[in-house]
């Protein structure tokens, strides 16, 4: 083989490598990704985001405020006005960069307008990030309400000498009126400030809002239900501006729209009517020695569902809420000492309805196949499984039919019914497929149900039935467990017998708990037991059997008038459903609650009452509760022969439904119907067809009476 030639004095030369200039691409190709991604992210991705800075840095939008619509009774005259008044805020971001935090201004300022010093400390507050009580929003950048209707001479000099008070404005701004202060405060609820959420959620962050109150919201009531309609829309004021921030033109004016009128089906005249009753009511019941802590009312009309008056005691000045609620305040409405008067429990106290629910039994029984010509035994007492259950004061009415059952409201009649049909479902060991006639028919009537009132935050109240019983069972075993094996030393010291019957309940339902027993099914017929409903529930079952059996959703709003007089829009009523009861069972209940106002359990509170002109139907009841005072209730509806409206009444821990709510239920119709020498609230027993009008001035021209 030939051997290679070589060449003296040279090296072989190394293989040149593409490697660095392979890197070098990869570099650059990366390099001009992250560029056009950039680029791509800058101007597509937050290009809408970077725009509207740019518009931000050379426009200003500032909301005017529209305003808020007036909430007006049936006739047009307002339950909610608007007024005007000079209010005084502060700013504090400003006090705070003050070398005291704005001590002394605020010391000056409660000096002027003759207010402690504290108050309006108080009132300059941030938020905390989860606020127990409502307060005014962020309000290191937003001026915050201290005072309202202030002198004018005060607000003077505030304006003559703001030098003096740096950090404190004053300002003429709207509050809502409440032409019957107290009356109907649950009913027509309150507003408070918009939160930081809301602002951002329904304006856009670029609009410049002079303060937080300039958007109130609706937070209860029909300020709540209706706040999109009662609002109306901001106008929108669009300026130019410069690079020092200063205003060089109106690229655009938007002006605001009012918002519309809510015409209510409420009277204001019922409604007072109503709530001198209760007071009255509650009264007469301290004097005998019940603690009467609330009472309801509340009045349909039975051939709409149109709510007339709507009642709850305690009630409250909704003015607190006007500037912005201290601490202080707003634990009193809510402590127990004070009843809490922000519950409405028309629509959310929930009470065992007692006899008043005996016509949803006798319309369970005779599905049931329990005859309306036959007679049944009314003992004094019924013994089931080694436990009495008894008639009020223990006394029997011998041999009856079912009216005479309802009208004398014999409990041991309802009690050997509801046995039947528990035993015919199997009773503690129940069939497969078991009935539960009388759960389901109290569903059927509106109870364990929403009415569908147009009123926020309506409770359901609750109709036990064995589903219910097991559920509660397993949620609550284990504390019963424990109680049966420690017992109730507590309540032992001052009753050591009822210490004794408590154990026992609680090692019964410790094993057994989840058992429908006869107890449980007897107790629901008189409405007792674990059976809670509202009055409104109760109102709209009253009503239905008024009117033939049909159940409507409850209606405050009647209709929305524009503010500029341009339109009006009707709020119709709804039918929600119909009872599952014949025409002859309807009559045969109608003809039964005829006759307690004339010789049953409220026979002595309609003593005297013109029943020839104005009949009325109803029915008593008596709720007990352990520990507690009987709730008297009184379900009823008038006239009896042409029903137009439906009454409930309910005084919790006012004694019984014959001594109590009744001679209220009595007085609301006397009202209504002027029996009592006064001037009907109501003439001629009917609402009018008619709605108010808006004038060309704007102003609302309420009807005639």
């Keep these: 083989m030939?051997?290679?030639?070589?060449?003296?004095g040279l090296r072989p030369r190394p293989a040149t490598g593409r490697g660095p200039v392979l890197i070098a691409q990869v570099l650059v190709v990366c390099l001009l990704a992250v560029l056009v991604g950039r680029l791509w992210y800058l101007q597509v991705s937050m290009g809408e985001h970077y725009r509207a800075l740019a518009e931000g840095n050379r426009i200003r939008v500032v909301v005017t405020p529209a305003e808020r619509g007036q909430i007006l009774d049936v006739t047009g005259r307002p339950l909610v006005r608007n007024r005007t008044e000079l209010v005084i805020a502060a700013e504090p971001h400003v006090l705070a960069a003050q070398a005291d935090g704005g001590e002394a201004v605020l010391r000056r300022l409660a000096e002027t307008v003759d207010v402690p010093f504290e108050q309006l400390h108080d009132r300059v507050r941030q938020c905390d990030p989860e606020p127990d009580h409502p307060c005014w929003v962020d309000a290191s950048q937003r001026p915050v309400p201290l005072l309202e209707g202030v002198d004018p001479q005060a607000g003077r000099r505030l304006l003559e000498h703001p030098d003096e008070f740096p950090g404190i404005v004053a300002e003429q701004t709207t509050v809502r009126d409440h032409p019957l202060g107290a009356a109907a405060a649950t009913l027509v609820g309150y507003l408070q400030p918009a939160t930081e959420e809301e602002r951002r959620a329904g304006e856009n962050p670029h609009v410049h809002i002079r303060y937080e109150g300039a958007l109130p919201v609706g937070r209860d009531g029909l300020e709540l239900a209706y706040d999109k309609q009662l609002r109306g829309e901001a106008g929108r004021r669009v300026l130019a501006v410069d690079s020092r921030g200063e205003v060089t033109d109106t690229v655009r004016d938007t002006p605001p729209r009012p918002g519309a009128h809510l015409v209510t089906n409420i009277d204001a005249d019922v409604q007072r009517i109503v709530e001198k009753a209760l007071a009255r009511g509650i009264e007469r019941a301290r004097g005998s020695g019940h603690p009467a802590d609330s009472a309801a009312g509340v009045v349909l009309d039975v051939r709409t569902g149109a709510v007339v008056a709507m009642a709850s005691l305690p009630s409250y000045d909704p003015a607190v809420w006007n500037n912005g609620i201290d601490q202080a305040t707003y634990n009193r409405l809510l402590g127990k000492h004070e009843d809490s008067p922000l519950i409405s429990r028309v629509i959310q106290g929930q009470l065992p309805p007692a006899s008043t629910f005996k016509v949803v039994s006798l319309a369970a029984a005779v599905a049931e196949g329990?005859?309306?010509?036959?007679?049944?035994?009314?003992?004094?007492s019924l013994r089931v499984g080694g436990r009495a259950f008894s008639n009020a004061?223990?006394?029997g009415h011998g041999t009856i039919d079912l009216r005479r059952a309802l009208v004398v409201s014999c409990n041991t009649v309802f009690f050997d019914l509801a046995h039947r049909m528990w035993r015919a479902d199997g009773g503690a060991d129940p069939v497969p497929r078991p009935k539960d006639t009388l759960p389901r028919t109290a569903r059927a009537f509106g109870f364990g149900e929403p009415t569908g009132v147009d009123l926020p935050n309506e409770a359901v109240g609750r109709v036990p039935d064995r589903h219910w019983k097991r559920d509660y069972w397993e949620r609550t075993r284990a504390v019963s467990c424990r109680r049966a094996e420690?017992?109730?030393?507590?309540?032992?010291?001052?009753?050591?017998?009822?210490?004794?019957?408590?154990?026992?309940?609680?090692?019964e339902h410790c094993a057994e708990g989840y058992v429908w027993r006869a107890g449980d099914a007897m107790n629901l017929s008189i409405g007792q037991g674990d059976l809670l409903v509202t009055p409104l529930q109760v109102a709209n079952a009253y009503?239905?059997?008024?009117?033939?059996?049909?159940?409507?959703?409850?209606?405050?709003?009647?209709?929305?008038?524009e503010a500029d007089g341009s339109g009006a829009t009707r709020i119709e009523p709804v039918v929600a459903g119909r009872l599952p009861v014949s025409d002859e069972t309807l009559t045969y209940l109608r003809a039964a609650l005829a006759e307690v106002t004339r010789s049953g359990t409220a026979a002595a509170a309609f003593h005297g009452f013109p029943q020839d002109r104005i009949p009325v139907a109803g029915k008593t009841g008596t709720a007990s509760g352990i520990g507690r005072h009987d709730t008297a209730w009184f379900a009823s509806y008038a006239p009896a022969d042409d029903p137009r409206f439906a009454v409930v009444v309910v005084i919790s821990q006012g004694g019984s439904g014959g001594t109590t709510a009744a001679?209220?239920?009595?007085?609301?119709?006397?009202?209504?119907?002027?029996?009592?020498?006064?001037?009907p609230a109501l003439p001629g027993g009917v609402l009018p067809a008619q709605l108010p009008t808006v004038r060309p001035d704007g102003t609302v021209r309420p009807l005639d009476k």
Excluded: F, M
């Design 486 to 507: 420690k017992g109730y030393p507590e309540v032992a010291e001052e009753d050591p017998k009822r210490a004794a019957e408590l154990t026992g309940i609680a090692a």
């Design 370 to 380: 329990a005859r309306l010509d036959g007679r049944y035994q009314c003992p004094g």
């Design 2 to 8: 030939d051997n290679p030639v070589r060449t003296p």
């Design 393 to 395: 004061g223990g006394a």
């Design 543 to 561: 009503a239905a059997i008024a009117n033939g059996g049909t159940l409507y959703q409850p209606r405050v709003g009647r209709a929305l008038l």
């Design 663 to 679: 001679p209220v239920a009595r007085e609301i119709y006397e009202g209504i119907y002027g029996l009592s020498g006064t001037r």
